[in-house]
Nanobody
Framework: VQLQASGGGLVQVGGSLRLSCVAS????????MTWYREPPGKGRDMVAA???????NYADSVKGRFIISRDYAKNTMYLQVNSLKLEDTASYYC??????????????WGHGTLVTVSS
């Protein structure tokens, strides 16, 4: 099972992007999914999370600006990032709790997709 993140790019302050994270493979199930981000030279922090039931949770710094969603049929998670600020510049990573061959693990990560916000 693999996660693939995409959608990053260069955007001006106040702009928007939509990030995607697709889970691929066979015979797996997904519980919670989470977006993290890692600014240059800093640690990785949770940005937004969504449960299998659709409940969401956001970091205070992005509340009201970012929207997390899922397309369960496509095994895809999205992050709509709006009103971008310079401090949103980071590599964005997706994470999922996946059940595969009878074992559940939350150690599934996609490669980062870089969001760069310019003034």
């Amino acid at each position: 099972v693999q996660l693939q993140a995409s959608g990053g790019g260069l955007v001006q302050v106040g702009g928007s992007l939509r990030l995607s994270c697709v889970a691929s493979g066979s015979n797996f199930s997904i519980a919670g999914m989470t977006w993290y981000r890692e600014p240059p030279g800093k640690g990785r922090d949770m940005v937004a999370a969504i449960t299998s039931g659709g409940s969401t949770n956001y970091a205070d710094s992005v509340k009201g600006r970012f929207i997390i969603s899922r397309d369960y049929a496509k095994n895809t998670m999205y992050l709509q990032v709006n009103s971008l600020k310079l401090e949103d510049t980071a590599s964005y990573y997706c994470n999922a709790e996946i059940g595969y061959r009878g074992t559940w693990s939350d150690n599934y990560w996609g490669h980062g997709t870089l969001v760069t916000v310019s003034s």
